[in-house]
């Protein structure tokens, strides 16, 4: 499994990682793109549960890639 201090986690076929600095969506998001990635979006209880561990590490918020559609409620 690979971690970096709990910085960096495999979870299925998803990599997940932090640096743990805080910042608002746009930045956040602009961010993960820029390393090819997107915001974390969990799909199930063994992703949310990475996340959580991430979250409980640096106690802080964080940003999910879960976003309100164009129309109302998609």
Do not use: H, W
């Not at 930045?27 to 974390?40: K, M, N, P, R, V």
């Not at 940003?63 to 164009?70: C, Q």
């Amino acid at each position: 499994v690979l971690a970096l201090n709990g910085k960096i986690r495999k979870v299925g076929e998803k990599i997940l990682a932090s640096n743990g600095k805080e910042v608002d969506f746009a930045s956040a998001l602009e961010f993960c793109e820029e390393a090819g990635g997107t915001l974390a979006t969990p799909m199930n209880e063994e992703e949310n549960e990475a996340i959580l561990g991430i979250v409980k590490q640096y106690n802080r918020y964080v940003y999910l890639g879960i976003k309100e559609g164009e129309a109302s409620g998609q």
